[in-house]
């Protein structure tokens, strides 16, 4: 079974630019949740999608969003690109039921270099 | 605020000795703790999990304990092995409808020489 792919796999943006991730969870995963890990430190919480709705938002601004499509898979998006900004964006899928339904899977992550 | 802190940001042993990996947390009841690995410019890979009921999990080498009164885990690899060299990170949630939000720490990274 393949397990979450995102893409792209690297990223270099200018500041003010937009960007676009995406993330594919594994097969039968309905929840996507999102984190940011900047060098050197955890993972820090983004979004939390179950069954295509928001259910969590960490501290971000507002030039974060994100959404779930029908198929589960989800798109990260960040309007207004910030040097800080620049990190590696991870994509968790969880099982919603059975026997590991509070693990969560992370894909290889974007790396996203703002300039 | 909540706070969760892994002790050690680096730790250094010599193959074949125990590991042990600290995590302590302040104004958080966490419903579960989880551990993970993660090697460089990978994501996370879940190893453990243990529920606030629970004091202790094994898996094969590892061992988790967790002290909901001392607020604190221990992560422990014994037999280790250079390829357990990597970056551990400790993971809290509060269950309920924020089953997909972890809150981490920082990580520990652990190198085991030959």
């Known amino acids: 079974d393949a397990g979450v792919t995102q893409s792209p796999t690297h990223l270099i943006k200018t500041r003010g630019q937009h960007v676009t991730l995406r993330c594919s969870p594994i097969s039968g995963h309905k929840s996507v949740s999102w984190y940011q890990q900047v060098l050197g430190q955890g993972p820090q919480f983004i979004f939390q999608y179950y069954e295509k709705e928001e259910r969590g938002r960490g501290n971000f601004p507002d030039r974060f969003s994100a959404r779930q499509f029908p198929n589960y898979s989800s798109e990260l998006n960040v309007n207004a690109l910030l040097l800080g900004d620049s990190a590696l964006y991870l994509c968790?899928?969880?099982?919603?039921?059975?026997?590991?339904?509070?693990?969560?899977?992370f894909g290889p992550g974007t790396r996203l270099t703002v300039l | 605020s909540q706070k969760i802190e892994q002790n050690s940001e680096a730790l250094n042993i010599q193959e074949g000795k125990t590991a042990t990996l600290t995590c302590n947390y302040t104004?958080?009841?966490?419903?579960?703790l989880q551990w993970y690995r993660q090697d460089p410019g990978r994501g996370p890979v879940f190893l453990l999990l243990i529920r606030e009921n629970e004091k202790e999990k094994r898996k094969e080498r590892l061992k988790v304990t967790f002290d909901t009164t001392l607020k604190q885990s221990l992560f422990h690899i014994t037999a280790s092995q250079p390829a357990d060299s990597a970056t551990y990170l400790c993971a809290l949630n509060a269950g309920g409808t924020s089953y997909g939000k972890l809150t981490f720490g920082q990580g520990t990274i652990l190198t085991v020489h030959p």
């Open positions: 104004n958080y009841s966490p419903a579960y």
């Open positions: 968790a899928s969880r099982a919603t039921g059975g026997k590991s339904y509070n693990e969560q899977f």
